[in-house]
């Protein structure tokens, strides 16, 4: 079984490569190459900081092809140029089935190079909804879905909100709607132990309290008021205690353009790697995000989260309490940052599954294009 398994972004290598780890699994016993996971980057997050860190920390292989569709401006022009290029690179390898993660642009493109071509997609994070139309990641979701014959839930929710929209075996649509659990929680667990330390750079001292805030949406990058908002609020925590700030480069950009100084106590880094986001997340004591990936991993680490959106696509973080929505208005993260820190928070529900997401994909997989020769026994 030949799986083209498309990424393009920083989450979607923690993804691929936890799917790459049950492939070889699968493959050393046995000992052949019963099936071939090809690897093609887009080229989305295309430095060594964005993506080079990535593969080498996580022991992915170089990808197949490299699409080189980085560095455009614009959703449009970017996803088009993806679509031209994954389209050529699937027609001369005609995979069995197409594996997409998450909901990036080149979660969009590979699923509709694929459809066009009549090849099967797979969705890895399929059913989240945030119930805001004007993400572009919402709308990459929904059309995913909507185009994928296999159907990968993270979370019960994840099922619901496919039923609703008709996708769920009973309601007449797609059968191959399925419960796998979360890949990134597989790989937060195989490389918790590989987490570094805050880099000494930063001047945290041992097992000094801190908070770790990421902004990277356009939503909130892209307007002067919404990004300023939320270097106020930092300012604010950083009274109490530091705050570390890896900055996505066009952050970094944007902030600049606007003026945005981090106020002292908010100590500003570049890009990290997966192992150093790790070691960050399990030595803070409070997470600021828009990011939906990291939101997720406070949980699986049991940190306390401030989302710096109005909604989100991890439902069952809020409603457990360990996820406070609180937009850019500075009032209203620094207030629910203390909220957090000052409560008694349950992480005790298992949400993402147990670990073994990524070889339940790759069951199902085998059971619906792997045949024979792939071998069946799991």
Same mark, same amino acid.
């Given at each position: ?88 690179? =699937?027609?001369?390898? &005609?995979?069995? %089935?197409?594996? $997409? *993660? ?7 493109? +590979? !699923? @509709? #190079? ?52 008709? =996708?769920?075996?009973? &309601?007449?649509? %797609?059968?191959? $709607? *399925? ?7 597989? +790989? !937060? @667990? #195989? ?188």
């Amino acid at each position: 079984m030949i799986v083209a398994s498309v990424v393009g972004a920083r989450p979607q290598f923690v993804k691929a490569s936890a799917f790459s780890a049950a492939v070889s699994a699968h493959n050393a016993a046995f000992g052949r190459e019963a099936v071939r996971d090809l690897l093609i980057h887009s080229g989305q997050h295309y430095d060594a900081d964005m993506s080079g860190v990535f593969f080498g920390q996580l022991g992915l292989p170089e990808p197949a092809y490299h699409l080189g569709a980085g560095g455009i401006a614009g959703h449009g022009a970017m996803t088009g140029l993806m679509l031209e290029r994954l389209e050529k690179v =699937l027609e001369e390898v &005609r995979p069995d %089935v197409v594996l $997409v *993660y998450g909901d990036t642009n080149t979660t969009l493109a +590979a !699923a @509709l #190079a694929a459809s066009k071509l009549n090849l099967p997609v797979a969705h890895v994070e399929a059913g989240l909804r945030s119930g805001d139309r004007s993400m572009p990641e919402e709308i990459n979701r929904v059309v995913t879905d909507h185009l994928s014959s296999l159907l990968f839930c993270p979370t019960p929710l994840a099922v619901e909100n496919l039923a609703l929209e008709g =996708l769920v075996a009973g &309601r007449g649509a %797609v059968s191959g $709607v *399925y419960e796998t659990g979360d890949v990134m929680y597989d +790989a !937060a @667990l #195989a490389h918790a132990h590989r987490g570094r330390h805050a880099p000494e750079s930063l001047g945290l001292a041992p097992g000094e309290p801190f908070a770790l805030c990421t902004v990277h949406r356009q939503a909130n990058v892209e307007s002067p008021e919404r990004l300023g908002g939320i270097f106020q609020a930092l300012g604010e925590i950083a009274r109490e205690m530091p705050v570390v700030f890896p900055l996505h480069p066009r952050t970094a950009r944007l902030a600049g353009e606007y003026g945005l100084a981090a106020a002292p106590g908010v100590r500003l880094a570049g890009p990290v790697g997966y192992f150093e986001s790790l070691g960050l997340l399990r030595a803070c004591s409070l997470v600021l995000t828009d990011s939906g990936g990291l939101q997720k991993e406070a949980y699986f680490f049991a940190k306390p989260c401030v989302t710096l959106r109005e909604e989100t696509e991890w439902r069952e973080t809020v409603a457990s309490g360990c996820n406070v929505l609180a937009g850019t208005d500075p009032e209203r993260i620094a207030r629910s940052a203390r909220g957090l820190l000052s409560s008694r928070l349950d992480f005790s529900a298992r949400h993402y599954g147990d670990g073994t997401a990524a070889r339940r994909i790759l069951g199902i997989l085998l059971d619906n294009h792997g045949g024979r020769e792939a071998g069946r026994g799991r």
